[in-house]
Every structure is written in structure tokens, then in C-alpha cells.
């Protein structure tokens, strides 16, 4: 993750002193946009966990990611939220171990013990689960509860495009 974040940062920064010595001119110009957008696409990839498969076995959800499969407890679930990507609805399960976002397209096989961890959780008050989850899910609504909860996703795009940014104007500044 950290190896991805400085590949963003070094693109960024040597986009930045590009800019600055010839301006939006040239083959070079699109090459490191290219590279830029290619190296955030990879650090978004693997920063939101986003599962291409889901499967129960008996309390587990796996999801398989980017970085292979990933495991979280729906017995002891910690967080949940529905998240809004490009017109997509993705379910963020999470415990205290790690979360799994996936596709709400990819809940029909998943949804009873999905279903069955987030009532669970509800019942022990551990957290409010969110409204559209509970109504896609067919759960009562929660007083008190938020729309789509706190997926964390907006907190991981600031600190890309935060990262873009210090590039930028870091390379701008060293060849200036």
C-alpha cells in the first residue's frame, strides 16, 4: 500500500516538473497522465478491498480481492454501509479484523448470512445498521440511523487526490 502511495506521489511529482519545464505539449504530457491515472486506479483498487467474488461458509463472509481472499466474522461485525460508486450500489461489511466491499449485484448468493450477522449486530446494539442496507435487505429500519453510513471510501479519496496534489506542486516548485 505504501509501495503504491509513493508510485501516486513520484508520478505526481514528475508530472508537476513536466508541467512546469514544457507545459500540456507533447506525447509525454499523456504518457504521465496516463501514469498517474494508472497508479491511483491501482492504489484505489487495493485500498477499497472491493471483492470481484463473495461466498458464506457458516459466520465467514469471503471476498476476493485484489490482494487475494479476504475474511471477515459476520458474527462480530463492527461496521456496515452502502456506498454510491459511479452510479453502483457496494455493500462494506467490516469487523475488527479488516472490511470487504463488494457489489450489491453480488449479494443474492450472501444475503440470508448476510442478512442474519447484520440483525445480530442490531440486536447487541453494536452499531445502527445503515437504511439502505436494512431496506435492501428486507431488516426493520433502526431509528436514529444514517442513510448509507460510514463506508470510509470519501476519507481514502481526499487522501489520493492529497497525494496528487503535494506531487504536483512539489515538482512545479523543484524545477522553478
Known sequence: MALLAAVVLGASYWM???LAVYGRTGINFYLLLALVGGSVGG???VWS???TQVQAWGS??????VLGWQRIDLANLTSAA???VRGNKFVVLGDGQGRVMFSEKKLG???????????EAAQRSRFAVPTD???LLGLPVQPGARRLGKSGNLTRVFTVLGLIAVGLITGAAVVS
Open 43 to 45: 492504489l484505489l483498487a
Open 82 to 84: 452502502i456506498a454510491a
Open 60 to 65: 465467514d463472509l469471503y471476498g476476493k480481492t
Open 109 to 119: 448468493p450472501v444475503s440470508d448470512s448476510v442478512r442474519r450477522g447484520l440483525s
Open 16 to 18: 508537476g516538473a513536466y
Open 49 to 51: 478491498n472491493a471483492a
Open 133 to 135: 442496507l436494512a431496506k
